[in-house]
């Protein structure tokens, strides 16, 4: 009786032991500092739902993807990563998630190139994009920063570089019905970036963003680039709604996802089924509503993860 219960006792430890790590490892508790590492590479700041990312270009300077419509989170970002100047501005559509505090962000910080797709437009309004000489209004094909490389200064151990995948010029080529909600995520600027190794022990890094791309255009994307997206890092597109679908994860097939999301969000984002898509696959997951801030990094130990809190 004594080793049977010994042996009950001993199954039950284990049973906890599993059930704790299933625990840990769903929640992806990444280890917290209260300012972002000396040579992060990439950081998908805290914003609610919404997204924002940073892209490092300098000590101090970094391009900003989206900025999310709360800007005390942006800036709480900004501040975390040690970052005082931007080098440009890049958004992917035009919902207020993603572009508002896009006239914030342009007041406070000295005219930075303004980046869009050509879809971009703000109906009844005057477009932010309107504000400043230095834009440019990518299409499929196109490289950013483009100016450095049509002149030959761009080197690839020194600065990121993305390649826009989608959208098309074309707006009819654009799922969904024109000027609509999904049309207007459908026109989401993708962008695969190549990002350089900041100092001695890292690697260089690719990103695969996507915007609020949902699954029709997604498949038109992966059609017509013939699935060549493979990328370390995907930032999950629409914040991990159903919608999204899951081939652009099959086709970069990530190391590591981000989701960008709002604690308590109504839209039920990230969904179940991206969730159990991920784990089956055995990709690490990184969530702004469980971890804050996220900061990235390479060594010879692989992508490494900081988190806000």
């Given at each position: ?18 059930i704790g790590l299933a625990v840990f490892l769903l929640h992806n508790r990444w ?279």
């Open positions: 009786m004594n080793r049977r219960k010994n042996k009950s006792l001993v199954d039950l430890a284990l049973i906890v032991l599993v280890p917290a500092a209260n300012r972002a590492p000396d040579h992060w590479q990439w950081i998908t700041c805290d914003v609610g739902q919404g997204d924002a990312h940073l892209i490092r270009t300098g000590q101090r300077s970094a391009y900003l993807l989206d900025t999310g419509d709360d800007y005390s989170a942006l800036t709480s970002c900004l501040d975390w990563a040690g970052v005082d100047q931007l080098e440009a501005v890049l958004i992917t559509h035009a919902h207020s998630d993603h572009d508002g505090a896009l006239q914030q962000v342009q007041g406070d910080f000295a005219q930075p190139t303004l980046v869009t797709s050509p879809h971009y437009s703000r109906q009844g309004e005057q477009s932010p994009v309107m504000q400043g000489a230095n834009t440019y209004r990518l299409t499929e094909g196109s490289v950013f920063p483009a100016e450095s490389v049509t002149a030959g200064r761009h080197e690839a151990a020194s600065q990121p570089l993305g390649r826009v995948l989608w959208p098309p010029e074309q707006a009819q080529r654009i799922p969904d019905a024109a000027g609509s909600s999904s049309w207007v995520n459908n026109s989401s600027l993708v962008i695969h970036w190549s990002l350089p190794a900041r100092e001695t022990g890292q690697r260089p890094l690719t990103v695969l963003t996507t915007g609020d791309l949902e699954a029709d255009a997604a498949h038109r994307l992966l059609a017509e680039s013939a699935g060549q997206v493979p990328a370390d890092v995907l930032k999950i597109a629409h914040h991990g709604s159903a919608g999204s679908g899951t081939d652009l994860i099959i086709a970069a097939s990530p190391s590591l996802a981000l989701i960008s999301v709002g604690t308590g969000n109504s839209y039920g984002h990230p969904h179940e089924s991206i969730l159990s898509f991920l784990n089956r696959r055995s990709i690490s997951t990184a969530r702004t509503d469980l971890s804050g801030h996220l900061a990235l990094t390479t060594s010879d130990r692989g992508i490494e993860v900081t988190a806000s809190g």
